[in-house]
């Protein structure tokens, strides 16, 4: 018993540095940022690491809502277009692939959106939009309890769903359209 009460104070604690960390978030860009996702022709997603896996659930619920998605890298991923947007998930904004990446897009007319720590960043300067969660990465010395960029995963993840709330409310889905659109090879 006494183990699950230092758990649930250490859960009790991470969920504090989040609320936290929600009441100081950037996200101006919102609403230009969700009419880009819901007109996009096509939506490709990229991160590396732990914000790749956070990016690759928003990709998921984004199939739900009736989007073409594709993950960077896959290998069944296609050329990137003029019409597209490249949707990045990078806590630092210096992952050099992802910078890559940013840049292609950019040169072939796809929006580049941009979720991050670091609106400064290599990849801030050319994302045309960015979602900034105020929070500790790898790279920044921000006081956190949790490892690296644990936060920034975190409110990744609640980000996303909170766009597709927001994309659910606004656009007039429903829950049995999404279910419906889920993988039912599985």
């Known amino acids: 018993m006494r183990q699950m009460d230092k758990l649930t104070g250490q859960m009790d604690t991470i969920m504090k540095e989040l609320d936290n960390s929600i009441s100081l978030m950037d996200v101006r860009e919102s609403e230009e940022i969700i009419q880009h996702l819901y007109n996009a022709k096509r939506i490709f997603l990229a991160g590396s690491g732990r914000s790749g896996l956070a990016i690759r659930a928003f990709a998921n619920r984004l199939i739900h809502l009736g989007k073409t998605v594709f993950i960077v890298g896959d290998i069944t991923t296609p050329s990137i277009e003029a019409e597209d947007v490249l949707f990045i998930g990078s806590g ?95």
């Open 92 to 186: 630092s904004g210096e992952t050099s692939g992802l910078i890559v990446n940013a840049k292609k897009a950019k040169e072939l007319g796809a929006v580049v959106i941009l979720n991050t720590t670091n609106p400064k960043s290599s990849l801030g300067e050319i994302a045309d939009y960015k979602l900034v969660i105020n929070a500790a990465n790898k790279e920044t010395e921000v006081p956190s309890l949790q490892p690296m960029g644990s936060t920034f995963e975190q409110l990744s993840l609640l980000l996303y769903d909170a766009i597709v709330l927001e994309w659910i409310e606004t656009f007039n889905q429903t829950h049995e359209q999404m279910k419906a659109r889920h993988a039912n090879l599985e």
